[in-house]
C-alpha cells in the first residue's frame, strides 16, 4: 500500500499541477473556480465570465454535458455548450472545466477543455478512468457521494496507474441521514488526503450545502482546513438557473466570497490571485 502512486513519499511531497500556461493548482496559491452549474446560453456565460474574470477567479466551469438523476430534466447543451464555454474562457482568459461522463464525450470535447471533470456518480466507472488515464489532460476527479476515502483514492490511482499524473482531488459532500443539507461536506477527509496524498485536493461547497446560504461559510472552512482550491456553482440570476438553482450563487455573492478568502488564505500561509493582477494578464 505504501508504494501507491497516489501517496506522498515524504512529509512534505506536494505536486502541484499547472491547468494552463498562468494557473496552477497545489501550489501556495489558492485554485479558485466558479461558474454555473450548467451552460444555459451565451449571454449567460458572458455575464459569467466578465465577472468572474474580474472576481477574480482561475477557472471557469459549466456543465455541458449533465448526470441528472431523472431522465426527463434537462440533460446539458452539449456541442453547443462547450463551445459557448470555451469561447468565454477564451475572450475572458480563463481556462474551462466541464464533466464528461463518456469515453465519446472524452474524445468530442478533448480539445475544447483544460481540465476534465469526472463526477461523483462517475467516479468508480473505471473503464472512463482508464480512458483518462490515457490522455495527458488534467483530471478533475469528484467524490462519490458514498465513497469512502480509500475508494476515492484508488480511483485516482487508476488514473495515475494507466500514465495520467495530473489528478485534482475534488471533496463535494458525501450522503448522510440529515436533510438540512444536500450532503455533507466532509472536512475531516479533506485533512485526511493532504495527509495521505501528494495531489492537489479541492472543495466544492456547492454540491454538498446544497443551499446557497451556506456556501461561503464552508468555502472559507475549506480554505482554513487546507485545502488546494474551491469550485463553486454560481449564476447571473440564481433563481432562473435551469439545474442546482437552490445552491447557486449570485455573480455579486461570488465576488464578494473571492474577496473573503484572502484573510483565511493568509492566516495559513496561503495566498488569493488579486484582480489587479489577474485583469493584467488577461490582457
Ligand atoms: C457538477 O459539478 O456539475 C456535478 C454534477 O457535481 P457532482 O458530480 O459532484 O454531483
Ligand atoms: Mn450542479
Known sequence: MDDLL??????????????????TCGGNRLMLVAGPCAVESEEQMQECGDAL????????????????????????????GLQILVESGKQHGLPVIAEIMSAKQLEDAYDSLDVLQIGSRNMQNFEL??????????????????????????????????GNANVILCERGIRSFDSMTRNVLDLGAVAVLKQMTHLPVIVDPSHAAGRYELIADLARAAVACGADGLMIECHPQPKKSVSDARQALSLTEMSGLVKSLAAVAAAIGREVSLASEQVLAAK
Open 6 to 23: 497516489t501517496h506522498k513519499r515524504s512529509p512534505d511531497h506536494r505536486t502541484e499541477i499547472a491547468i494552463s500556461p498562468e494557473v
Open 53 to 80: 474574470s474580474k472576481a477574480p477567479v482561475q477557472a471557469l466551469r459549466g456543465g455541458v454535458f449533465k448526470p441528472r438523476t431523472s431522465p426527463y430534466s434537462f440533460q446539458g447543451m452539449g456541442e453547443e
Open 129 to 162: 478512468l482508464k480512458e483518462v488515464s490515457l490522455v495527458k489532460k488534467t483530471v478533475l476527479l469528484k467524490r462519490g457521494f458514498a465513497a469512502t476515502i480509500e475508494e476515492f483514492l484508488m480511483a485516482a490511482e487508476y488514473i495515475m496507474a494507466g
